[in-house]
């Protein structure tokens, strides 16, 4: 099957970081992953600069990159002032976001589950009339960091609202990643009765470190679909406790093992990456790779 990976670095990475990157860095970064072949990269987001300081550079980034033909780059849009901004520097995809617990998207968004879904309407229709497609997220899907536990029927309930509103693709967020494989066939057995399994992305952080079996169970499960990150970077700075995304390099290394044809190569990446953020990344196949011999790899 082949598989559909978005980079989330440059967005879910670098907002979770403390130290403010060179923009320079970032458009270098960006860069190192087109060339490494991805099919789309969510390459800044156009949220409040206030809220967000470290992304505040978004147009900068958007105008500088060299853009690969054969790669969509997006970003998070949450709002109409968010669209303007985006589409003046022409994003290729806006990704709106809302969650399935209540007390997260209020901090996360400043507004109930219902009204950041009314704010990004017309989010929806700008994109519609430029032509672009749009992402919904969905985050906090398995557990919450205020709430807990989040019931499969929460989350379909949201997935409803974003497919009535004609979104492209929803990708379900495991925002602390918390998930076990359990929950995550529990819910996708709950989602496709609902939503075709193309129009499903997960995005699984690995705090717990079984985001690399989750992103296995939904390939079991028919999904294509994956957010990840080079090195492992990333978290949300209104989720306290969220470790990084799950590492690219692992998942390339699981689903390609198990039959998945996927494109991107990371060396490059890692080195640049390493530089810009002053530490080692993790990967945990990297660190098996390096020492292993030539028959083991
Ligand atoms: P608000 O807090 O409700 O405030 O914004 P507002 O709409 O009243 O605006 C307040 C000020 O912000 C105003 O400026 C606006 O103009 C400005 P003032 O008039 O006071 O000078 N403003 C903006 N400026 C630039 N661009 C904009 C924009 N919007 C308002 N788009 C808002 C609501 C959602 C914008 C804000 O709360 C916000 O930006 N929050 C940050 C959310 C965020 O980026 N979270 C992290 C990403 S989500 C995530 O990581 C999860 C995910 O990875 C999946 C997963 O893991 O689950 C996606
Ligand atoms: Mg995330």
């Given at each position: 099957?082949k598989?559909?990976?978005?980079?989330?670095?440059?967005?879910?990475?670098?907002?979770?970081?403390?130290?403010?990157?060179?923009?320079?860095?970032?458009?270098r970064?960006v860069d190192a992953?087109?060339?490494?072949?991805?099919?789309?990269?969510?390459?800044?987001?156009?949220v409040?600069?206030?809220?967000?300081?470290?992304?505040a550079?978004?147009?900068?980034?958007f105008?500088?990159?060299k853009?690969r033909?054969g790669?969509?780059?997006?970003?998070?849009?949450?709002?109409?002032?968010?669209?303007?901004?985006?589409l003046?520097?022409?994003?290729?995809?806006?990704?709106v976001?809302?969650?399935?617990?209540?007390?997260?998207?209020?901090?996360?968004v400043?507004?109930?589950?219902?009204?950041?879904?009314?704010?990004?309407?017309?989010?929806?229709?700008?994109?519609?009339?430029a032509?672009?497609?749009v992402r919904g997220?969905?985050?906090?899907?398995?557990?919450?960091?205020?709430?807990?536990r989040i019931?499969?029927?929460?989350v379909?309930d949201v997935?409803?609202?974003?497919?009535?509103l004609?979104?492209?693709?929803i990708?379900i967020?495991d925002?602390i990643?918390?998930?076990?494989?359990?929950?995550?066939?529990?819910l996708?057995?709950?989602?496709l009765?609902h939503l075709?399994?193309?129009?499903?992305?997960?995005?699984?952080?690995?705090?717990?470190g079984?985001?690399?079996?989750?992103v296995?169970?939904?390939?079991?499960?028919?999904?294509s679909?994956?957010d990840?990150?080079?090195?492992?970077?990333?978290?949300?700075?209104f989720?306290p406790?969220?470790?990084?995304?799950?590492a690219?390099?692992?998942?390339?290394?699981?689903?390609?093992?198990?039959?998945?044809?996927l494109?991107p190569?990371?060396?490059?990446?890692?080195?640049?990456?390493?530089t810009?953020?002053?530490?080692?990344?993790?990967?945990r196949?990297?660190?098996?790779l390096?020492?292993?011999?030539?028959?083991?790899r």
């Amino acid at each position: 099957m082949k598989v559909r990976l978005t980079e989330v670095g440059p967005r879910d990475g670098l907002q979770n970081e403390s130290r403010t990157i060179p923009t320079e860095m970032k458009v270098r970064f960006v860069d190192a992953l087109s060339e490494a072949g991805y099919e789309e990269i969510e390459a800044s987001a156009f949220v409040s600069p206030e809220r967000v300081p470290q992304l505040a550079d978004a147009e900068e980034v958007f105008a500088r990159i060299k853009r690969r033909e054969g790669t969509l780059y997006s970003a998070l849009v949450p709002n109409e002032r968010g669209l303007e901004r985006a589409l003046r520097v022409k994003v290729g995809k806006a990704s709106v976001f809302t969650a399935a617990s209540e007390t997260f998207n209020r901090k996360n968004v400043n507004a109930s589950i219902a009204e950041s879904i009314e704010r990004f309407k017309p989010v929806i229709e700008g994109a519609r009339a430029a032509s672009i497609p749009v992402r919904g997220y969905i985050s906090t899907a398995f557990w919450c960091p205020y709430e807990g536990r989040i019931a499969p029927d929460r989350v379909v309930d949201v997935v409803k609202r974003l497919t009535d509103l004609g979104i492209d693709e929803i990708s379900i967020g495991d925002t602390i990643g918390k998930a076990v494989p359990a929950e995550v066939m529990a819910l996708l057995d709950r989602l496709l009765d609902h939503l075709d399994q193309d129009r499903i992305v997960m995005h699984f952080h690995d705090t717990y470190g079984t985001a690399i079996a989750n992103v296995l169970a939904s390939y079991e499960r028919g999904i294509s679909g994956f957010d990840s990150s080079a090195g492992g970077v990333g978290g949300c700075p209104f989720a306290p406790g969220a470790a990084g995304n799950v590492a690219t390099e692992d998942v390339i290394w699981a689903l390609t093992r198990s039959g998945a044809a996927l494109a991107p190569d990371l060396d490059r990446v890692r080195a640049l990456l390493e530089t810009a953020l002053g530490r080692p990344l993790r990967s945990r196949v990297r660190e098996a790779l390096s020492g292993a011999k030539p028959q083991e790899r």
